[in-house]
């Protein structure tokens, strides 16, 4: 789930489809992975220990290659980004998980994009005419979403849904407005420890306990999440930011809930209604108008 557009214009890179494939792919296939490990590591336990081993293995590697420390005020900045992003997004996500399909909840994210601009007019973001017909054409397809069984049948993980896109749609706009973190990759690094303590915290306030020793499969779905979908995709992201243009390095949102809905189907016998494909396809629709009415205001 990650929505900023910050970056340069388009400057070709050998390694930019390896890049886009990695975001598409591993990112998308992360919600499974989510659900995989959830047979043994609770959702805040197995989020909070995600981002702490993966934002020190990154700022370790940032720090070996003289990378910036950040600054107190990048580390504050951190705190309420990671939390709001990590610690309610990715924790609430973890959450419906476990009553809902992962196809289905990835789905639910790629309304995202439709929240950010929403919370961009608290900040004086004026959007363009596409991209408000994309907010309406994504709103209504969770609406129809919401209708279907997957969700009808589980209030708690439709209002861990909305809590969860709010935050992290918020924490977005934030820290590419008000509240900037470090750059490169030591900005990712003390967002995720941020976001990984505060995790940390409610796992603890809740009382969760993890399951000792693990399933394997879990273990395995939970060393992915660390290595492939934190570190891998989060240098591919980086990379993509400096070498491609913002909407075709954001252009993650609209596929990744494809990937997570055919991964949910294929391997884990998940069920998705023909109404829940139609309301995907609507909310992907806006998502691509948005993202079309961002390379317009780019090039104006």
């Known amino acids: 789930m990650r929505t900023a557009t910050i970056g340069a214009g388009p400057r070709p890179g050998h390694l930019l489809v390896p890049a886009l494939l990695a975001c598409y792919l591993v990112w998308g296939s992360t919600y499974l992975a989510i659900r995989l490990a959830l047979e043994s590591f609770p959702p805040f336990f197995q989020m909070g220990t995600r981002f702490l081993a993966a934002g020190g293995l990154l700022l370790a590697w940032s720090a070996g290659r003289g990378g910036a420390w950040p600054t107190a005020a990048q580390w504050r900045n951190a705190a309420i980004v990671g939390t709001l992003m990590l610690g309610l997004g990715m924790g609430l996500t973890a959450t419906a998980e476990q009553s809902v399909g992962s196809g289905l909840v990835a789905a639910f994210i790629a309304v995202v994009p439709v929240l ?19 907010m309406a054409v994504g709103l209504a397809g969770v609406l129809l979403l919401l209708r279907g069984a997957s969700f009808g049948g589980s209030p708690a993980a439709i209002g861990c849904m909305a809590a969860a896109t709010l935050a992290w749609s918020l924490g977005s706009v934030l820290s590419a407005t008000r509240l900037p973190l470090a750059p490169g990759a030591a900005g990712f690094a003390s967002e995720m420890l941020c976001g990984g303590a505060a995790l940390m915290l409610v ?62 189907v294929g391997f884990a016998g998940e069920n998705v209604s023909g109404a829940e494909w139609a309301a995907c396809a609507v909310i992907l629709g806006g998502v691509m108008l948005i993202l079309r009415g961002k390379v317009e205001a780019k090039s104006a």
């Open 116 to 134: 950010v601009c929403l919370w961009g007019l608290l900040v004086g973001q004026r959007p363009r005419r596409l991209e408000l017909a994309g």
């Open 203 to 264: 796992s603890l306030v809740l009382g969760e306990q993890p399951q000792w020793p693990p399933q394997t499969h879990a273990a395995l779905a939970w060393l992915y999440l660390v290595g492939a979908g934190s570190l891998v995709a989060f240098s591919a992201y980086l990379y993509l930011l400096g070498h491609a243009p913002p909407a075709l390095a954001t252009s993650y949102a609209f596929v990744n809930p494809v990937i997570a809905l055919l991964l949910g």
